[in-house]
Structures are given as C-alpha cells and as structure tokens.
C-alpha cells in the first residue's frame, strides 16, 4: 500500500486548495480513508473522515469550508480547502486502512488508520 499526497502549497486568507492523495496497491473504494495535519508544536488531529455511512466527518475548525471526497476510477482521494486561514498552516497526511473507529455525533468513523502517506505543506499567510 502507497498514499502519495499533492496539492499543497502557500496561499493567502481566503484562498483555495485542492489536495489529492493517489493510493496504490489497494481499492480505495474498499477501505475507509482520511485527511490528517500536524501543525509545528501541535499532535497530529483529524480533519475529515469517511464515516461509515458514506458522509464526510469533520473537526469543528473545518466544518463548512473543507470537502473530502474520492474519485473510485482514479484511486484517489481528494480534499477541498476553501477560505483557508492561517491557523490551517501545517502538513497535511492522508491516511487508509482503518485500525480503530469511533462513534460520536451519531457517526461511526475511523480515527486511526494503518497506512500514512509522507504529507504535503499547506502554508496561510495573513
């Protein structure tokens, strides 16, 4: 299994980016996947997730301005960044395979997964 993620970049407040992460040696329509950051000093928190029943799950501080999405016939995944702020600053993993799921808010959703992919930099500037 490879995840390898593009996309990122260094954009101004209120600008856009599309990330993708190309997996290889699996379906990814077969496995639960998620888009992942760690900011320098910060863990590492989950910013959108494929819940179980097919919807996205996302951290508060995303709801409303990010999109995950896959395209099954490309073998990849895809998040949306809209109205990007500079508290988005980080770099930004996909992840698939799931290892633990959860259930809050009425979601059923993974929260760890077994593989990662080496990440690409998003940077907001004010």
């Known amino acids: 299994v490879q995840l390898k993620e593009s996309g990122g970049g260094s954009v101004q407040t209120g600008g856009s980016l599309r990330l993708s992460c190309v997996a290889s040696?699996?379906?990814?329509?077969?496995?639960?996947m998620g888009w992942f950051r760690q900011a320098p000093g910060k863990e590492r928190e989950g910013v959108a997730t494929?819940?179980?029943?097919?919807?996205?799950r996302y951290a508060d501080s995303v709801k409303g301005r990010f999109t995950i999405s896959k395209d099954n016939a490309k073998n990849t995944l895809y998040l949306q960044m809209n109205d990007l702020k500079p508290d988005d600053t980080a770099m930004y993993y996909c992840?698939?395979?799931?290892?633990?799921?959860?259930?809050?808010?009425?979601?059923?959703?993974?929260?760890?997964?077994?593989?990662w992919g080496q990440g690409t930099q998003v940077t907001v500037s004010s």
């Open positions: 494929e819940a179980d029943d097919g919807s996205g």
């Open positions: 040696g699996y379906t990814v329509s077969r496995y639960s």
């Open positions: 992840a698939t395979h799931c290892r633990y799921r959860k259930y809050d808010g009425g979601m059923r959703f993974c929260s760890d997964f077994r593989y």
